[in-house]
Nanobody, 123 residues
């Protein structure tokens, strides 16, 4: 059974940091494109970052230079380090995965999702 489980969300003041973790099970992690998405209240779910099997990363313009996605193929974990947070980063953050290439994934094509974790940034 394929499972993804996020942890590490919470509340923080603007300028602070949080680290989200996604633990996976049930499939060969090293073959996966891993991604993080977020969905703010009343808005569409948006892609935040992706990391390919070979470790190459992509980021949304809004988080470049502040967020870092990583993966540990041995532990089957993907992390999202979030620094210099601001209130616009407030959202439910989702870990996602697929066997598709990262260049092909988006919120409609990616197949495997975690349950989400809330991140709230206050000013």
């Amino acid at each position: 059974q394929i499972q993804l489980a996020e942890s590490g969300g919470g509340s923080v003041q603007a300028g602070g940091s949080l680290r989200l973790s996604c633990v996976t099970s049930g499939f060969p992690f090293s073959l996966l494109c891993m991604a993080w998405f977020r969905q703010a209240h009343g808005k569409e779910r948006e892609e935040v970052a992706t990391i390919r099997r070979d470790g190459k990363t992509t980021y949304a313009d809004s988080v470049k230079g502040r967020f870092t996605i990583s993966r540990d193929n041995t532990k089957k974990v993907s992390d999202l380090q979030m620094n210099d947070l601001n209130p616009e980063d407030t959202a439910v953050y989702y870990c996602a995965a697929d066997f598709l290439a990262c260049s092909s994934v988006n919120r409609t094509t990616i197949n495997y999702w975690g349950q989400g974790t809330q991140v709230t940034v206050s000013s």
